[in-house]
Every structure is written in structure tokens, then in C-alpha cells.
């Protein structure tokens, strides 16, 4: 059963920085897999922020490009976000998960962005 669990959200000012961690469990060989994280608004609506394929490759949106930074560890099966200069519209509910045929969401953590 793959677990997603995602970590490091919290309260950051305009124009500030946050790292989100996402640990993965139950999806082997996970080094094959392209990874994602993924922003959620109220009332449900997903967007991909960031996605990184199995050999290390990148695509970002161009709303993040240059701000947000993913990274992967496969020894450790983690996924990392890397966030700055951050705006209020990027706040929400983020959450990882593959970057095709997601597996059941995790509870994801929350990012507000606020003065």
C-alpha cells in the first residue's frame, strides 16, 4: 500500500522561503517512478507545481519557474520542495504523489502565505 506523507508547511511572509519534505512508502522500484508535487485550493482543484522524472529531469509551470526547486532522493524515498520568493497565491494545501496514475492522496501540508 503506498503512503504518502508530506511535512514542512507553515506560515511564511510574502517574498519568503519553505522547504516541503514527502516521504513515499509502498511504491517499488521507486527510482522508476516520475514524481510531483501538486497545490490544492478549496474545493479541490489540483495543480502540478513541479515534477521530476526518474532520472533527475525537471518541469515546472511557469508561475513557479526560477521560484520552486524539486528534488528526489531515491536511497531515501523522499521528495523534496524547494520554495522562495514566495507569493499568497501560492498558498494551499500541497501534496505529492506520482506524476502519472496517482495513488491515493496523502493528507498533504498546508502553506500560507500571508503578512
Avoid: H
Avoid at 519553505?18 to 511504491?27: A, M, P, R
Avoid at 514524481?35 to 522524472?53: D, K, N, S
Avoid at 523534496?80 to 505529492?96: N, V
Amino acid at each position: 500500500q503506498v503512503q504518502l506523507v508530506e511535512s514542512g508547511g507553515g506560515l511564511v511572509q510574502p517574498g519568503g522561503s519553505l522547504t516541503l519534505s514527502c516521504v513515499v512508502s509502498g511504491l517499488e522500484p521507486f527510482n522508476i517512478y516520475a514524481m510531483a508535487w501538486y497545490r490544492q485550493i478549496p474545493g479541490g482543484e489540483r495543480a502540478l507545481v513541479a515534477a521530476i522524472g526518474s532520472a533527475g529531469s525537471t518541469t515546472y509551470p511557469d508561475s513557479v519557474k526560477g521560484r520552486f526547486n524539486i528534488s528526489r532522493d531515491n536511497a531515501k524515498k523522499m521528495l523534496w520542495l524547494q520554495m522562495s520568493s514566495l507569493k499568497p497565491e501560492d498558498a494551499g494545501l500541497y501534496l505529492c504523489n506520482t506524476f502519472v496514475s496517482q495513488r491515493p492522496w496523502g493528507r498533504g501540508t498546508q502553506v500560507t502565505v500571508s503578512s
